[in-house]
């Protein structure tokens, strides 16, 4: 089992709980308990180990609400968050999720889906079959969301995505490679840092604490902050971070000081070690930049004029650094890691049911601009039709209010029950239906991601 990617901090407390994960054994019989007074909590066993758990009201109104969870352990949990989760309930809505395998890596994509139908299939055993099922994915399991929304006609009549992974693994590997490649190669290159094929998850997390040191130490100079700010274009790293206020307009330095903000908070520490378990999914590298143009590559992020803004502030060269990227650009992908990860770990070859995807405009671990990679394979596939993305103007990764995530399971019920959208999911109109909820704030705003840059 993978240790956390969160730092040591949270080393401690997430490796107990994965120390805790139940070990394989065959299906067993549903246990029920009652943690609260109108709600029956159901738990078992699936046939590969993994563990299911769902909260059924008192008052059940026939829909059922499958939860695939995010990275991390794997342990089942069946709403995104208590609040939500008791909002739910509290309309009546059943919950149900699992914990996908748990003698597999965190990367969990190999069983999620299986498990997922499977412990939809589970609850009908114990407590009855759903008039409806309505997926809802948060995070690597908006990846598996994104995947029942495919697969899953006649078990999954609708979907709704949070801040889904939605473009896959092999182009999350492979962004994040190259913001890992610019500081190694720009802010630390007598280092001579390992960027792939980690031997362990140790090694994993001591080459993201380096590459974050080198980040803390260029952020003192005008030319270490013009070279950060080029990482971050590669890693389509939002400038808006929390606690502050979104940059104005051309306004570099303010754009370069809070994507620093996101590096100093640890956005390396999460998905360098996060790469191992990837690698341990698909048995090997499954990133590569051999052939990448990184001069290219640059143009087609949003933050390109930044960087030219920075680099001539501080007096550096862009094209020779962009030159040295290209030309030193030699990490190769292990093909069959890369057919692996393809396979198990891409959702955007079409949809058979509605899909809603709720994104929030600043998230510093799946970019937004992954909802536009994933909208123009679903518009490829003919199903452009079936899906509607909708984006709330806040920073943080999956950071959703209860508010907001009912208002998009109505959306996505009311487009299963009438087979229109009816403009349902318009900003505006998302934003009135979660306001009247009485659950907190809200905050839907038109907007539209730009372009994921990851060039391959």
Wanted: charge should be negative; glycine fraction near 10%.
């Amino acid at each position: 089992m993978p240790k956390s990617a969160l730092g040591a901090a949270a080393l401690a407390a997430t490796l107990a709980l994965a120390a805790a994960a139940p070990a394989a054994a065959q299906a067993d019989t549903p246990q029920t308990t009652a943690p609260a007074a109108a709600t029956r909590h159901l738990t078992g066993r699936l046939p590969d180990g993994a563990s299911w758990i769902a909260d059924l009201p008192a008052h059940w109104n026939g829909t059922l609400l499958l939860f695939s969870h995010g990275y991390g352990p794997t342990t089942a949990q069946d709403a995104p968050s208590p609040a939500a989760g008791q909002a739910l309930l509290a309309e009546g809505y059943a919950l149900a999720g699992s914990s996908y395998d748990p003698n597999g890596p965190w990367w969990a994509l190999e069983s999620a889906e299986r498990d997922q139908l499977a412990t939809r299939e589970a609850f009908a055993s114990a407590a009855g079959r759903p008039a409806r099922t309505l997926s809802v994915g948060q995070s690597m399991g908006g990846l598996v969301n994104a995947q029942l929304a495919r697969d899953a006609d006649g078990a999954i009549d609708g979907a709704l995505g949070l801040c889904g992974l939605v473009a896959g693994g092999v182009d999350l590997d492979n962004y994040q490679l190259d913001a890992e490649y610019t500081i190694a190669s720009l802010l630390a290159p007598d280092e001579h840092l390992d960027l792939v094929d980690f031997a362990d998850q140790d090694a994993a997390a001591a080459t993201a604490a380096r590459l974050t040191a080198a980040v803390e130490r260029a952020q003192t100079t005008p030319a270490g902050r013009a070279r950060i700010a080029l990482a971050a274009a590669y890693l389509n790293l939002p400038d808006w971070a929390p606690g502050q206020n979104p940059p104005a307009p051309g306004d570099a330095e303010g754009q370069e000081a809070q994507q620093y903000a996101w590096f100093a908070q640890g956005v390396l520490s999460f998905i360098g070690p996060a790469r191992y378990s990837v690698e341990q999914s698909a048995g090997g590298n499954t990133s590569w930049n051999a052939g990448v143009d990184y001069a290219g590559l640059l143009r087609s992020s949003e933050h390109a004029d930044e960087v030219r803004a920075l680099y001539r502030t501080a007096g550096l060269d862009l094209r020779a650094d962009l030159t040295a990227l290209t030309r030193g650009a030699r990490v190769h992908a292990d093909p069959q890691a890369v057919r692996r990860l393809q396979a198990t770990s891409t959702a955007g070859q079409g949809l058979a049911v509605p899909l809603l995807n709720l994104h929030t405009t600043s998230d510093q671990l799946v970019p937004v601009q992954q909802e536009n990679a994933f909208a123009a394979r679903v518009r490829a596939a003919g199903d452009g039709a079936l899906l509607r993305q909708a984006y709330v103007a806040r920073q943080g990764h999956c950071n959703f209010t209860a508010a907001e995530v009912v208002a998009g399971v109505h959306a996505v019920e009311h487009r299963v029950a009438s087979g229109r959208w009816d403009g349902a999911t318009a900003p505006a109109a998302l934003q009135r239906a979660a306001q009247a909820l009485g659950l907190g704030g809200a905050a839907f705003v038109p907007y539209r991601p730009t372009r994921l840059v990851v060039g391959r």
